[in-house]
């Protein structure tokens, strides 16, 4: 999440490379109003997700799920994430991490609203989960990381691949094989700002404005325009958030990515 005063600028250089729209994802009590707040400040460029990030799995409390369960009626409110696992950094305890989960899931099935779902060696555990609810999910692996035949069973349950900045590093050649096997209709081109720059901003804060570089590298991956890509990606960001054709609001482009 970018300090305050920073987002017009992020997303008036975001509109300037013709990303118009981008969807913000929670991570937790702490950040939870002032996602809410953006979607409510910027309701024709922003929308928001609500939820808790596997980091903060521990502090969902009886509290925290309340205040969660009021934000779906909030403006701009199109999704719970971001939620998951992660058992690289095992912030919170793989327990807490798999209740989190399954409470988020139930609650967007309940909801009738995708989700955004984060994975960091924790695939097994999470398949499981989203096979539990095979049909009825729907959502993005967003940055997925895994290989082919993850991928190929990301969609088998339904659920839409979101690749980032990673796919333009050097040594990431994994990514690439992986998004190579991948259906174009069924990725969404994403920053996972302010993390994961892509090249040649690798290193330093990454923002929307950044996105046509993930869509050009996946362009030549896939050996069609960067134009195809990014109108792919508009559409299914579309069609899974549920989101008309009258955002953004501002003009012709592509609404994608987080902020
Ligand atoms: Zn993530």
Not at 50 to 70: C, F, M, N, Y
Not at 163 to 185: Q, Y
């Amino acid at each position: 999440m970018f300090p305050r005063h920073e987002v017009p600028g992020v997303l008036d250089r975001a509109a300037s490379a013709g990303v118009l729209g981008v969807l913000v994802p929670a991570t937790g009590g702490e950040d939870l109003d002032t996602t809410l707040g953006l979607a409510a400040d910027y309701p024709d460029r922003v929308l928001a997700a609500t939820g808790v990030h596997p980091h903060e799995a521990a502090s969902l409390d009886a509290g925290l799920k309340k205040r969660i369960e009021q934000s779906l009626n909030r403006d701009g409110v199109v999704a719970v994430g971001e939620i998951g696992l992660d058992y690289h950094y095992m912030n919170s305890p793989r327990e807490d991490q798999l209740d989190a989960l399954g409470w988020h899931l139930d609650l967007a099935l309940e909801a009738d609203l995708p989700v955004v779902l984060h994975n960091r060696e924790s695939w097994a555990d999470l398949e499981g989960m989203l096979a539990e609810r095979r049909g009825r999910l729907r959502g993005v692996c967003h940055s997925f990381a895994e290989g082919p035949g993850e991928a190929r069973r990301v969609l088998e349950l339904g659920l839409w691949i979101g690749i980032s900045g990673m796919v333009t590093f050097k040594a990431a050649d994994n990514i690439r094989e992986m998004v190579a096997a991948l259906d174009p209709g069924r990725v969404l081109v994403e920053t996972d700002s302010p993390f994961l720059a892509p090249v040649p901003h690798r290193g330093r804060q990454n923002e929307p404005a950044y996105i046509p570089l993930v869509g050009r590298r996946l362009a030549e991956e896939w050996k069609k325009t960067a134009e195809d890509v990014a109108s792919n990606s508009s559409a299914g960001f579309r069609e899974l958030f549920g989101v008309s054709e009258d955002w953004p609001a501002l003009s012709k482009g592509s609404p994608a990515g987080s902020l």
